[in-house]
């Protein structure tokens, strides 16, 4: 509250006494300073305020204010003494979801776990000077835990050459722990992601943390993380002989064959196949859980999107099932593997989907013509050359002259080619899906695969919202030669999408990956598109 103009100056001057009798040097701020009192009885300040009020009031505020509200005045350093305050703040900020008056139990306080994990703008060490040395376990949890891996916190791709992966990073009751996210065994797109963990924090002997690698199958040993850089950690496993089975290697093959695949190595009759699952059992055992990882950010999303922007798995041929990311870039949608394989490594723009060219699909009987399907995607193609042409080719003109424009097309495709572009320009919503003079997809139209059509999973919707042109990229073993070819992207509804690679003659299904995901969205959009362009530099 402010001070009332005609309270006496005697008692203005002695209030910033009273709140310089903390161990904090100087007078406290201004929420020490004593409030004016329009009635007897009322208080005149927050110093006047109930202890139990004071406690509701600081646990609303954010964990990186507390050290500074704690140097004010002797008082609030004595109230921030409370469990309650950090065990709001763990909750809140951290998510830690378990009855946290269980920790006095184990000897670990809140400030502490507060501290190891979460706020990334507060030095550690300010929290541990400041704050009151007492028994405190909710604040020993926020202190000494949570805040000094605060940064770690969210989703990372593990540098694995061309396979990548997915790392989510969370606080997992009294535990920060690195959860590696894997498909579900091929082809079964529609399961649920399969979750190991590869490393965890927590606190230990004298409420210090301590790293654990969790790799291996004979349980927790020592292990280290270091940041490397904003944005970039290390993990280093401390005791590798831990992760050796005694059987040798072939027992570790056999075991990994069971957890990656779901099967033995007679199940699988393409040699094609046991060729790439032993090379990427030899290439990925290499590394022992001693891997560097970098940021990597949800999508954002707008209520104009087609489809909600994320994470989704997709079945790719002999390579099985894949993570990708599905995201908007106005009337184009990019879907970025963060899992991938020898051929289209991790990072790269595996689909790319143009929005305004819908395609009408025919009716069902002819739809099962692979050759009907073919020619009407190919003409898409092909217009879509000329209309680059046509741009490139006026682009080159204008620098030169721009009285002299010369489509190297008809003329008809050439008018069709700016009226489309010119809907790319204002970003007009009838561009965005219905591409030039066509008309808008109708959704629930009938869908089924042509014949011919190779399909890991024959497990699809028959009906889909709309089917777009698009294309997809192959390459050769060691990503040699890539080419990106023309298919049909068919959006079948929320959770799920395909892909027809006519060159292949193969189905992609792709369905989203429903798991709740803390602390991944970008702090801003130009964020994401930095991390697009660095991903495909990981590992081109």
């Given amino acids: 509250m402010a001070l009332s103009p005609a309270r006496p100056a005697m008692e203005r001057r002695a209030a910033p006494r009273a709140c310089a009798s903390g161990p904090g040097p100087g007078p406290g701020p201004a929420a020490c300073a004593p409030g004016s009192s329009s009635g007897p009885g009322r208080p005149r300040s927050l110093l006047d305020l109930p202890p139990e009020l004071l406690v509701e009031i600081f646990s609303f505020l954010p964990g990186v204010s507390l050290p500074s509200l704690a140097a004010a005045c002797k008082k609030f350093h004595q109230i921030l003494n409370t469990d309650t305050i950090w065990r709001r703040r763990c909750r809140v900020e951290y998510g830690v979801s378990e009855n946290l008056r269980r920790l006095e139990m184990v000897g670990v306080a809140c400030r502490d776990l507060y501290i190891k994990r979460i706020n990334p703008r507060v030095k550690s060490g300010r929290f541990v000077k400041l704050l009151p040395d007492c028994e405190n376990k909710e604040r020993d949890v926020y202190t000494r835990l949570l805040h000094p891996y605060r940064n770690i916190l969210g989703l990372w791709q593990p540098d694995i050459g061309p396979y990548g992966g997915l790392l989510n990073v969370v606080v997992d009751g009294l535990f920060i722990i690195g959860w590696m996210y894997l498909p579900p065994h091929d082809p079964r797109v529609n399961d649920a992601m399969r979750c190991k963990p ?114 989704f798995k997709g079945t790719y041929g002999s390579h099985g099932l894949e993570i990708v990311m599905l995201s908007f870039h ?146 050769g073993h060691g990503f040699t030669s890539p080419e990106r070819t023309p298919g049909l992207f068919v959006l079948f509804d929320e959770r799920c999408f395909g892909f027809i690679w006519l060159d292949l003659k193969s189905f992609s299904l792709y369905s989203r990956i429903e798991d709740s995901l803390r602390s991944a969205q970008a702090p801003f959009k130009e964020a994401f598109e930095l991390m697009l362009k660095s991903m495909q530099s990981w590992t081109s």
Wanted: hydrophobic fraction near 35%; include cysteine.
């Fill in 198 to 311: 590869l490393f965890r924090i927590h606190l230990w002997e004298k409420n210090k943390a301590e790293v654990e690698c969790m790799y291996g199958h004979k349980g927790s040993h020592k292990g280290d993380i270091q940041i490397v850089k904003k944005d970039e950690f290390s993990t280093k496993c401390n005791q590798t002989d831990f992760h050796r089975m005694a059987g040798g290697r072939q027992e570790e093959f056999r075991t990994w064959l069971a957890e990656e695949w779901g099967r033995t190595l007679e199940d699988i009759f393409h040699e094609h196949m046991q060729e790439l699952i032993l090379m990427k059992f030899i290439y990925t055992s290499q590394y022992d859980n001693c891997l560097t990882y970098r940021r990597i950010y949800l999508p954002p999303s707008s209520p104009e999107d087609l489809i909600a922007p994320g994470l």
């Fill in 330 to 475: 106005g009337t184009h949608i990019k879907v970025t593997k963060i899992t991938g394989d020898p051929n289209v490594p991790a990072g790269q723009l595996t689909l790319h989907i143009d929005v305004t060219h819908p395609v009408q699909l025919p009716d069902i009987e002819h739809l099962r013509s692979f050759d009907k399907l073919s020619r009407i995607v190919l003409e898409i193609h092909q217009q879509v050359q000329c209309d680059q042409q046509n741009q490139e080719h006026w682009q080159g003109d204008a620098q030169c002259n721009t009285d002299s424009l010369q489509p190297t097309c008809n003329g008809d495709q050439g008018a069709k080619a700016a009226g489309m572009n010119t809907k790319l320009e204002t970003g007009g919503a009838e561009g965005a899906t219905a591409g030039g003079s066509a008309a808008p997809p109708v959704p629930g139209q009938p869908f089924v695969l042509p014949v011919g059509v190779m399909a890991r999973n024959e497990v699809y919707p028959r009906m889909c919202r709309a089917c777009f042109y698009g294309t997809g990229l192959i390459a």
